[in-house]
């Protein structure tokens, strides 16, 4: 349990000889301060009940004021401590800093996105931050203007952001800044089942979002609110996801790989060395010769991370090390590329070459770039090799999946796919392994 109490804070005092009065929160042996923004003298307090003498003029009115701060400091120990809820005095410090004040659904969502975009995870800051913009739009709905009015304008809205995010002077921070740190037109009480209900039909029906994208947008209201309580923003009777209200399904889609034959035409593939699209295939195969490496991992793959005929890198999404064996594949396409080799800390693959090493913002817009292109040349490679699938940079992982079934172990491929659970690996393969409901159903239909 957390000891509370008030005390006069005699390391920064005033011109006028005043001291301030905080709230010293103690748990754990750890010890954080609570200024209350009320100052006195020294002779003024009473270090033995905690109070201020009946000598200060407004002694009763300050002590009622402390009374109550500490009071609430109490009671969020106190709540914390019955939840079982592994709470810091820091956590204690930040709610009862909360305590009182009005923080709005936007500006705390604002100050999330800042700080993912801070901690350079840019993938993750900026659809989020159109999430927020989404929000606004519903909050902005007019359910009885003509259906097609409100798209059009919603789509010229994202357009301009999409032209202004482009320009030089553009500042990701000061948009998010200037946008949403101000607005208190949403507050986390406001958002209810109805509320959600609504916003996913509007998704659907204005955003013409798929369930997939709904689905997103739902968890990152849900993070917020997990946060905000965690933080004392707001209560957690308010929380709009517990129990039988708004639940959350991710529903898995199909997942679709290429056969080994439709491979080996992409192998195949009469392609001028040098272009684009010729660059196109070797990512994309290399990607699926080391099991579906995500592309990202393989436009930041640097000629020092090839050590004795193995790969050695740390993945993106998870920052998990990897060591796989260089297959032979995979060899002959570094060939080709080892004679633009400027130093053994450069990039392999030409689409970052020219990139920031020192700005990781840089590097993500460039490698999202990249991306964009790789796909618009995979879709020509669909069509040269007769595929009739969804050629994609991520369909290199489908695959490998796909080709490698049941005949590998989970286990093994837990390892390959770089998996923290056994269970997400199942799950996943699950996908692709088809035989013995095939089998089932000839045996029924041939017997």
């Known amino acids: 349990m957390a000891s509370i109490k008030i005390i006069l804070w005699k390391h920064d005092q005033k011109k006028d000889g005043t001291f301030p009065l905080a709230i010293r929160i103690t748990q754990n042996r750890k010890t954080r301060y609570v200024f209350t923004g009320k100052y006195i003298r020294e002779n003024e307090w009473n270090e033995t009940l905690s109070k201020v003498k009946k000598s200060h003029p407004n002694s009763v009115r300050l002590n009622n004021y402390l009374l109550k701060k500490l009071t609430e400091a109490d009671s969020i120990a ?94 990701f921070l000061s948009e998010v800044k200037k946008e949403f740190e101000q607005d208190a037109t949403l507050y986390f009480e406001d958002i209810n089942q109805a509320f959600l209900s609504n916003y996913k039909i509007f998704c659907i029906s204005y955003l013409e979002q798929k369930t997939r994208t709904v689905t997103n947008q739902l968890i990152f209201i849900r993070t917020l609110f997990n946060a905000a ?76 991370d090839f050590m004795d005929g193995r790969l050695f890198y740390t993945m993106n999404k998870n920052e998990k090390p990897v060591s796989l064996k260089v297959p032979d594949k995979a060899k002959a396409i570094l060939e080709f590329y080892k004679k633009d080799m400027q130093s053994n800390s450069d990039y392999v693959f030409p689409y970052l070459k020219k990139a920031d090493f020192n700005s ?88």
Not at 94 to 102: A, D, L, M, P
Not at 107 to 128: D, I, L, M, N, W
Not at 272 to 298: M, P
Not at 360 to 381: C, E, G, H, P
Request: net charge positive.
């Open 360 to 447: 990781k913002r840089d590097i993500f817009v460039k490698s999202r770039n990249a991306s964009t292109l790789l796909n618009k040349y995979l879709k020509r490679i669909a069509t040269i090799c007769k595929i009739d699938k969804n050629l994609s940079n991520h369909i290199a992982r489908h695959s490998f999946g796909n080709i490698a079934g049941d005949s590998i172990s989970p286990l093994m491929l837990q390892k390959l796919y770089r998996h923290s659970d056994l269970k997400t690996t199942i799950n996943y393969q699950a996908n692709f392994i088809h035989k013995d409901a095939d089998d089932a159903l000839d045996t029924v239909l041939n017997s």
């Open 78 to 171: 106190l709540d914390a401590d019955a939840s079982k809820e592994n709470i810091t005095s820091k956590d204690i410090k930040k709610k009862v800093q909360r305590k009182g004040k009005s923080v709005s659904f936007f500006q705390f969502g604002a100050q999330r996105v800042k700080q993912k975009f801070q901690s350079g995870t840019y993938s993750v800051a900026k659809p989020e931050l159109s999430i927020l913009f989404n929000i606004r739009e519903f909050l902005n709905w007019n359910k009885f203007e003509e259906r097609q009015i409100i798209i059009d304008r919603i789509k010229q809205r994202r357009k301009e952001r999409i032209g202004k995010s482009r320009k030089q002077d553009y500042s």
């Open 229 to 304: 309580i965690k933080e004392g923003i707001v209560d957690s009777k308010h929380y709009p996801f517990a129990g039988e209200k708004e639940r959350i399904r991710v529903k898995s889609g199909h997942k679709i790989g290429l056969t080994r034959e439709e491979i080996a035409n992409i192998e195949n593939a009469d392609l001028k060395e040098g272009e684009t699209i010729w660059h196109t295939r070797n990512i994309w195969l290399f990607a699926y010769y080391f099991a579906g490496i995500r592309v990202s991992d393989v436009l930041e793959m640097k000629w020092s």
